[in-house]
Nanobody, 128 residues
């Protein structure tokens, strides 16, 4: 497993932007597929975006397509989630996750159970 720490959350007005970061320690993220999930109060933790270990493949939940962008900088051992045009319904705790099964494929993973390392989360609040 790898230790993940999210940052960049906060309060923003609707229509605004935030960039979340997920920094890793203990192991390199270079060979791991990564994902972002979010959980609103009283709701399940849901997939938001995923990226393959090499950055070739990305995937998004429909509700954020065209507004959010996942990216990674393997040299910095960090994954990002750029969130633009934020809406009140985007408010949640956002979690970074890693799938540490080394692979040569460019797969991304959509299910929480496919990830074996999680950060503590960062809160995103959006005011209308």
């Amino acid at each position: 497993q790898v230790q993940l720490v999210e940052s960049g959350g906060g309060l923003v007005q609707a229509g605004g932007s935030l960039r979340l970061s997920c920094a890793a320690s203990g192991r390199t993220l270079n060979t791991f597929a990564m994902g972002w999930f979010r959980q609103a109060p009283g709701k399940a933790r849901n997939f938001v975006a995923g990226i393959s270990w090499n950055g070739i493949s990305t995937g998004y939940v429909d509700s954020v397509k065209g507004r959010f962008t996942i990216s990674r900088d393997n040299a910095k051992n960090t994954v990002y989630l750029q969130m633009n045009s934020l809406k009140p319904e985007d408010a949640a705790v956002y979690y970074c996750a890693a799938n540490s099964k080394t692979t040569t494929s460019s797969n991304i993973f959509f299910l929480a159970r496919e990830y074996d390392s999680w950060g503590q989360g960062t809160q995103v609040a959006v005011s209308s």
